[in-house]
């Protein structure tokens, strides 16, 4: 019973990203701290984030249909599923959502694409991305 609650602790513990040599999918725009069972399971999950990338890119390539996603969704595509597949953590809350402004971004850049599943629990402050892309976001919207 310790043990289980030792463990349920260490992997809920919040750990500085390490990248990979080669680098992985996701490396090059993880700055932010993720849960260490995320950590140990890095490479599925860029495995995940790449495979839903490329699924995009391939139905923006075949542009059969009406519902194809565009060039401005494919833009943003690989950093949405990198913040969805490497949550956030904190010590109180070791996976929290996709930040609030890049699901805002993937609703309107991405309007035929799912956004309930992948922003169920955004977060406004302290999320997957807020580092890294919040100026850039603010810009994007005042240029739009």
Known sequence: ????????????????YQKNYPSYYCDDFLDWEVSSAVHEERWQRNKEAYERYFDLKTRYLNKGDEDHPKLECLAIARKFYCAYSFPYCTHDEPQRGICEFLCELWKDRCPEEDYETFCASKESEKCSFSNALGVLALLILIFL
């Open 1 to 16: 019973m310790i043990l289980a609650l030792l463990l349920g602790l260490a992997a809920s513990q919040c750990v500085e």
